[in-house]
């Protein structure tokens, strides 16, 4: 089929090659993300490249790996200047900083009449499609709704895998909610309807001949007003809305996620010291206002159990809530297609960004469901544990840190921390300096790079709707004088000190002198930058004030 767009009404079709006149342009595409509004007019944003990554229940699952961006006019002459430089400011920079990123799309197997009369966008968990505002577009238009794709954004592995010469399915998916999306200090909490920032749902599911099982668990921001605006410090304060009632939040929350998972553990792994405390200390006093036996809470102070390289203190918690996890249990149908189980209840994890030690959490509850699954299924033997099966063990901690990578990426701008204990099962000097570099380069875009992702994520979920007028654009906000002033000053005086002390005086108590002074100009420039740390980073510039605040 050959998609034709008419560039003055818009009006896309499906039409034949044969229709097609010579003088027209045509490339082949692998399907529709949506369209999107912008000054130049309507754009179409296409997947150009696609890569298989496995079958799931006998359908194909792929990732897609390249786009494109498609303006459906042949030039920006119908422009004023000011429009052209804010379609030059959005496109393609803020649209195409979404290329290198992950979507996968798979069709979901029912067999229903009900459920084939919707289109593939309706009939998905709307919380994880992506590119749903990009396909509003398209909803009235029926012929191309087996083109227009919903796509997830996270992480998904399938590996076939042998245990007891008997192979069978492992398959990790993790989703990420679309609501309240954002990078890591610009997104924290919750909003006003109780979407908490980096809300991800992770199911591990088993397959072994006609028999399956699947076991979910979720993670997300600490669900009331809070936030931890970048500020040129390595960890910046976290800071408690003082003028909110976090209640209302914080029980749209959970009445939603028990709603959909039933039964919740919290496990808060934030520190019970420091910056840290006051967050642990709200969300156990919400919960316990909450009062509702649905809910459990726990606290365990990640770093300090596992101080000194002490990892092996991870299994307290596991036995601490193994009660709870038997009580939950998970989905499974059998040989014969019965459901013989269903998951009643979830654990939901969270640190302060919900990235490394969540991860490590998750991968330690889910590998204890998947060796109750395997030993019911019989593909392991009574008394078989799943840390003796060496082939597929390093299979399961290279996938867990794959996906501790692919969320890292998503929210924090790094690969994630705390990988080598998930790889290998233990704590190494050499996994300490990766964390070291990886904590660099989280400070580096943290605070001069996230605003820009910030906002590509913010106007491709549709949160910010571009102006078409001739206003100035929201991306071009000048700087104060103390943007590059001060900078400036603190480096010349840094570089001073430094020829002082190579190129000593006559005497040391002039080059001492000299030292002293252009030392102190260069400590007072910094303590004036940082004190107006929030001047000096990358902020969001088209986040709407509900985000800001």
């Known amino acids: 089929a050959?998609?034709?767009?008419?560039?003055?009404?818009?009006?896309m079709t499906l039409t034949g090659k044969k229709d097609i006149p010579p003088?027209?342009?045509?490339?082949?595409?692998?399907?529709?993300?949506?369209?999107?509004?912008?000054?130049?007019?309507?754009?179409?944003?296409?997947?150009?490249?696609?890569?298989?990554?496995?079958?799931?229940?006998?359908?194909?699952?792929?990732?897609?790996?390249?786009?494109?961006?498609?303006s459906y006019k042949k030039t920006?002459?119908?422009?004023?200047?000011?429009?052209?430089?804010?379609?030059?400011?959005?496109?393609?920079?803020?649209?195409?900083?979404f290329k290198g990123i992950k979507y996968y799309l798979w069709k979901k197997e029912e067999s229903?009449?009900?459920?084939?009369?919707?289109?593939?966008?309706?009939?998905?968990?709307?919380?994880?499609?992506?590119?749903?505002?990009?396909?509003?577009?398209?909803?009235?238009?029926?012929?191309?709704?087996?083109?227009a794709l919903p796509v997830i954004h996270g992480f998904i592995v399938m590996k076939p895998c042998r245990i007891n010469g008997k192979i069978f399915e492992w398959i990790l998916i993790s989703r990420r909610s679309?609501?309240?999306?954002?990078?890591?200090?610009?997104?924290?909490?919750?909003?006003?309807?109780?979407?908490?920032?980096?809300?991800?749902?992770?199911?591990?599911?088993?397959?072994?001949?006609?028999?399956?099982?699947?076991?979910?668990?979720?993670?997300?921001?600490?669900?009331f007003y809070w936030s931890q605006r970048p500020n040129l410090r390595y960890k910046p304060k976290p800071i408690i809305s003082k003028t909110t009632n976090h209640m209302d939040g914080f029980q749209r929350h959970f009445d939603s996620q028990l709603l959909i998972y039933g039964k919740q553990t919290i496990l808060n792994l934030v520190n019970q010291k420091g910056s840290e405390k006051p967050l642990e200390q709200a969300f156990a006093r919400m919960v316990s206002g909450m009062n509702n036996d649905m809910l459990k809470y726990i606290a365990f102070d990640f770093h300090k159990e596992c101080?000194?390289?002490?990892?092996?203190?991870?299994?307290?918690?596991?036995?601490?809530?193994?009660?709870?996890?038997?009580?939950?249990?998970?989905?499974?149908?059998?040989?014969?297609?019965?459901?013989?189980?269903?998951?009643?209840?979830?654990?939901?994890?969270?640190c302060m960004d919900c990235l490394d030690r969540t991860n490590v959490i998750q991968s330690l509850l889910a590998r204890r469901s998947l060796q109750s699954q395997l030993q019911r299924m019989g593909v392991l033997n009574v008394g078989q544990r799943i840390e003796e099966q060496a082939e597929f063990e390093k299979i399961y901690k290279n996938a867990w840190a794959d996906n501790a990578n692919a969320c890292a990426v998503q929210y924090a701008g790094t690969g994630a921390l705390k990988t080598d204990f998930t790889r290998t099962g233990k704590r190494t000097r050499w996994g300490l300096m990766m964390d070291g570099w990886n904590s660099m380069i989280?400070?580096?875009?943290?605070?001069?790079?996230?605003?820009f992702r910030q906002d590509s994520i913010d106007l491709f979920l549709g949160n910010f709707a571009v102006d078409e007028s001739d206003g100035p654009t929201p991306l071009r906000v000048q700087k104060d004088w103390k943007f590059l002033t001060l900078p400036i000053i603190m480096l010349v005086a840094f570089s001073m000190c430094i020829v002082c002390l190579l190129m000593a005086g006559d005497t040391w108590t002039e080059t001492l002198a000299y030292v002293m002074f252009w030392g102190a100009a260069s400590a007072i420039t910094a303590t004036i930058i940082l004190f107006n740390g929030q001047d000096f980073v990358d902020a969001p510039k088209l986040v709407h004030k509900e985000k800001m605040d």
């Open 307 to 350: 101080s000194h390289m002490r990892w092996d203190r991870l299994q307290i918690l596991v036995d601490a809530v193994a009660d709870k996890q038997d009580e939950y249990g998970y989905f499974m149908v059998n040989l014969e297609g019965k459901t013989v189980a269903q998951q009643k209840g979830v654990f939901r994890s969270n």
């Open 23 to 70: 003088s027209a342009v045509t490339r082949p595409i692998c399907g529709i993300m949506g369209t999107i509004r912008l000054v130049a007019g309507m754009y179409l944003v296409v997947i150009t490249r696609k890569r298989n990554v496995g079958s799931l229940l006998g359908h194909a699952v792929w990732k897609a790996v390249d786009f494109d961006v498609i």
């Open 178 to 223: 679309c609501f309240r999306a954002g990078v890591r200090y610009y997104v924290r909490g919750i909003d006003s309807e109780g979407h908490a920032a980096n809300f991800v749902e992770t199911e591990q599911i088993v397959l072994y001949e006609g028999a399956k099982a699947s076991f979910v668990q979720t993670r997300g921001s600490m669900p």
């Open 112 to 147: 229903s009449f009900i459920f084939k009369k919707y289109t593939w966008y309706a009939r998905a968990d709307q919380r994880f499609v992506w590119n749903g505002n990009l396909l509003r577009e398209l909803a009235g238009q029926p012929e191309l709704h087996k083109f």
């Open 76 to 97: 920006v002459l119908h422009l004023s200047e000011i429009q052209v430089s804010k379609t030059a400011s959005l496109i393609p920079k803020e649209i195409q900083k």
């Open 442 to 451: 989280r400070y580096y875009k943290n605070n001069f790079s996230d605003g």
């Open 2 to 11: 050959v998609l034709a767009i008419d560039r003055v009404s818009n009006e």
